[in-house]
């Protein structure tokens, strides 16, 4: 029997819904025309949950009633997105998706359990994992064990996918990290480029001796020392005579009278 934790736990699940087309008589167009004339009418079969009972409504008309559910809290909105979204695949010719994974495509159980759950009115895992007392009965014995592995399946396929989705935002962070450094790194690079090329133009300025001017002085004569040229040898300092003449300097004991001596003879 299940506990008031699990009942208080068990999602709510949607009625089963299927569509068909069938031929319908029009009954103006008969009367007009004195014969049979029938028209294409589009009908939902719902099956609610571990029931095999069905009810059949005109699409249209069970569609106007569900909205109003809707607007007045009665049915989740997501139940009348999935219907209308079934109602359209239909409509294309496409196969009806289930809402929830399919029992018959399920690992998890043996053949055997999986026709005795779809005959049970069952077709997907969290229908299972849902299951009530009418359903559990429908499906007899071993049903509490199949609806615990459907619980377990379940909560293992969502800590997988939340798994998955935590990686897959870990590795995109990852991703834009690497994108980031890169970047960085090349402005890093290109600033320390400028500051090597700029390095190297200064030392080349500071290496250039700058060209020195000439003036007019620097042509001309000198007069200072076209004058010292001019002079005699004798206003020349003593030493400097005596070398002028003997071609080496005195003795440096030799008195300043016998170089004037040597000098006059």
Not at 20 to 39: F, I, L, N, P
Not at 85 to 110: C, D, H, M, R, V
Not at 207 to 229: F, G, H
Request: contains cysteine; negative net charge.
């Amino acid at each position: 029997m299940n506990t008031v934790g699990q009942i208080s736990e068990r999602e709510e699940r949607p009625p089963y819904v299927v569509f068909e087309r069938r031929a319908v008589e029009d009954t103006v167009k008969s009367r007009e025309s004195g014969r049979y004339v029938a028209k294409d009418v589009d009908f939902v079969l719902i099956t609610p949950p571990y029931s095999k009972d069905r009810v059949e409504m005109i699409v249209d008309k069970w569609f106007e009633n569900k909205k109003r559910e809707v607007a007045k809290g009665r049915t989740p909105k997501k139940w009348l997105d999935d219907w209308m979204g079934a109602y359209k695949a239909f409509q294309n010719g496409e196969e009806i998706p289930l809402n929830g994974t399919p029992i018959k495509t399920w690992q998890a159980i043996s053949p055997a359990e999986i026709a005795t759950v779809i005959a049970a009115g069952i077709r997907t895992v969290e229908d299972l994992a849902a299951c009530n007392d009418e359903g559990l009965r429908r499906i007899g014995m071993g049903g509490r064990n199949l609806v615990g592995k459907a619980n377990s399946w379940l909560k293992g396929a969502n800590d997988t996918g939340k798994i998955a989705l935590e990686n897959a935002a870990l590795s995109k962070q990852v991703e834009e990290m690497k994108a980031t450094i890169s970047s960085l790194e090349e402005k890093i690079n290109l600033l320390k480029n400028m500051v090597e090329t700029k390095e190297e133009t200064s030392d080349t300025v500071v290496n250039i001796q700058p060209r020195q001017a000439i003036n007019i002085s620097d042509i001309l004569p000198d007069e200072k020392t076209e004058e010292v040229r001019d002079e005699p040898v004798q206003a020349l300092p003593l030493a400097d005579q005596y070398y002028a003449k003997f071609g080496k300097k005195p003795h440096w004991k030799m008195k300043e009278e016998t170089i004037r001596a040597k000098l006059e003879e």
